[in-house]
């Protein structure tokens, strides 16, 4: 079984910042990609954020783009994304992702995390 949990998030004022951070633990071969996704209110759509892959360069959504950081502690199975200067419309549930193969001749897989709320208002 593999599992991701997600923390960090919370209500935070317009021009603040914010720490996410998700662990992936369980039987686990080899992580490649890692990633956060978001859903805003009302919407069905899980919309990229970051995503880093175990070597080389990282994406961004444009939106974000000078804004938010991802990293990534392979000893640690961990991600992270460091969000600053928020606005209103970074509102959602930020959602974790990793592609993963659990045992050296098993496939690779896409999980998700729970999702952790992120409001930013004043």
């Known amino acids: 079984q593999v599992r991701l949990v997600e923390s960090g998030g919370g209500l935070v004022q317009p021009g603040g910042s914010l720490r996410l951070s998700c662990a992936a633990s369980?039987?686990?071969?080899?992580?490649?990609?890692m990633g956060w996704y978001r859903q805003a209110p009302g919407s069905d759509e899980r919309e990229l954020v970051a995503?880093?892959?175990?070597?080389?360069?990282?994406n961004y959504a444009d939106s974000v783009k000078g804004r938010f950081t991802i990293s990534r502690d392979n000893a640690k199975n961990t991600v992270y994304l460091q969000m600053n200067s928020l606005e209103p419309e970074d509102t959602a549930v930020y959602y974790c992702?990793?592609?993963?193969?659990?045992?050296?001749?098993?496939?690779?897989?896409?999980?998700w995390g729970q999702g952790t709320q992120v409001t930013v208002s004043s």
């Open positions: 992702n990793a592609n993963l193969q659990m045992r050296r001749w098993t496939y690779p897989n896409d999980y």
């Open positions: 995503r880093i892959p175990s070597s080389g360069s990282t």
């Open positions: 369980g039987t686990i071969f080899r992580i490649n990609d």
